[in-house]
Structures are given as structure tokens and as C-alpha cells.
T-cell receptor, first 111, second 114 residues
Framework: RKEVEQDPGPFNVPEGATVAFNCTYSNSASQSFFWYRQDCRKEPKLLMSVYSSGNEDGRFTAQLNRASQYISLLIRDSKLSDSATYLCVVNGAGSQGNLIFGKGTKLSVKP | DVKVTQSSRYLVKRTGEKVFLECVQDMDHENMFWYRQDPGLGLRLIYFSYDVKMKEKGDIPEGYSVSREKKERFSLILESASTNQTSMYLC?????????????FGPGTRLTVL
């Protein structure tokens, strides 16, 4: 099982739609979880951290399910500007526990 | 705001050349990282550093070396560039020593090796 797995997409949705991405991770000892956003030909930028109790930031909601080892990101009322690749990020195994980046899920929001 | 800058946005080199990629962060971060990003493979960690003059191998260190002489600067060196090192190179930094902290990325250097 790969350390962090995501559906690569693309997810093509109309403006205003609700879309959800899931991500699974293999290391049950992971403690830190994030969603990053990467626009085409740009660097990844932190979208939000994911907390055990779940968290919301405007139209974005992140959830963590430790028992099943998956993380989700829900985007409500999609905007054209949400078009990007969304990277699921988890801290990895080992003493250094560096961040492991998923390969990303591509979202395209159409007018 | 954290600012991470990289010396070049685009770079074209020939096989066998020595290549230096430089990264500077202005927020006094402890940790710095070098990744490469390739289509279908995602971000892969090449090297990282927790402190000045300290370096640790990441997942794909072969063919690369690094230097961290000052806290704010982390250099990636390709001793003898090869065509399979054509890629997007991303530098990142994070505040805390523990590797789980949020990472802030530079704009990337797109390197082409001919």
C-alpha cells in the first residue's frame, strides 16, 4: 500500500457544485495532516490543516477518520478559481516523520 | 508572510554540467527541504536540513548533494547533470525542527538538461 493515495481525477464540476476528495494513508502513527493546493505551474500552498475533530474554513471542510485512515476535503459552492490540484499530505514513518505528499487530485470547475 | 525564493525560474543545462540551485528563506526557519516534482510521480524528497551544516538524505538523493552554510540558504547541487534530472525543483522551509510542521514552498525551478 502506498503511503498516501489519492484519486488523480480530473474531477470536472460545474460552478456551484459540491465536490469531495478522499485520501488514504498507510501509517497509523501519523499525527499531522494537511491539504495543499497547487495551481498549474505554481508551487504548492497550504490550504488547511486537518484536525481530529474536523475543521471548516469558509466553503472548505476537512475531516479525518483515524480508524479507516482517510482524510477528506469537501468544497461547497465551487468557484472557477477553485480549479487546481489538491494534495493530501501526511507525516510519514520513521523518527524524522517528514511530510509525505500525495500525487494530487485535479479539480476543474467549469462555468 | 513567509517568503521562500529560488535563484532561477527556468534553467537549461547540458549533460555533465555542474548545476547549482539556490534557495533562500527570510523567516528564520530551522528546516529546509529540496523536492523534485514530476508528472505522475508527485513530490519526492531529495535532501533536507534541520540546521546549519546539517543535511539528511531524503528518498532520492542519488546524483545530488546539498549545502547549508547559513540558516537562510540551502543549495542543491547536481554534480554532473543528466537528462533524467530534468524536472521541477521545489525548495521548502518550515519553522519547527520536527518534520511535521507546515512547509512553505518557493516558486520552483524548472530545469531542463539537454
Amino acid at each position: 500500500r502506498k503511503e498516501v493515495e489519492q484519486d488523480p481525477g480530473p474531477f470536472n464540476v460545474p460552478e456551484g457544485a459540491t465536490v469531495a476528495f478522499n485520501c488514504t494513508y498507510s501509517n497509523s502513527a501519523s499525527q499531522s495532516f494537511f491539504w495543499y493546493r497547487q495551481d498549474c505551474r505554481k508551487e504548492p500552498k497550504l490550504l488547511m490543516s486537518v484536525y481530529s475533530s474536523g475543521n471548516e474554513d469558509g466553503r472548505f471542510t476537512a475531516q479525518l477518520n483515524r480508524a479507516s485512515q482517510y482524510i477528506s476535503l469537501l468544497i461547497r459552492d465551487s468557484k472557477l478559481s477553485d480549479s487546481a490540484t489538491y494534495l493530501c499530505v501526511v507525516n510519514g514513518a520513521g523518527s524524522q516523520g517528514n511530510l509525505i505528499f500525495g500525487k494530487g487530485t485535479k479539480l476543474s470547475v467549469k462555468p | 508572510d513567509v517568503k521562500v525564493t529560488q535563484s532561477s525560474r527556468y534553467l537549461v543545462k547540458r549533460t555533465g554540467e555542474k548545476v547549482f540551485l539556490e534557495c533562500v528563506q527570510d523567516m528564520d526557519h530551522e528546516n529546509m527541504f529540496w523536492y523534485r516534482q514530476d508528472p505522475g510521480l508527485g513530490l519526492r524528497l531529495i535532501y533536507f536540513s534541520y540546521d546549519v551544516k546539517m543535511k539528511e538524505k531524503g528518498d532520492i538523493p542519488e546524483g545530488y548533494s546539498v549545502s547549508r552554510e547559513k540558516k537562510e540558504r540551502f543549495s542543491l547541487i547536481l554534480e554532473s547533470a543528466s537528462t533524467n534530472q530534468t524536472s521541477m525543483y521545489l525548495c521548502a522551509s518550515s519553522l519547527e525542527r520536527v518534520g511535521t510542521d507546515t512547509q512553505y514552498f518557493g516558486p520552483g525551478t524548472r530545469l531542463t538538461v539537454l
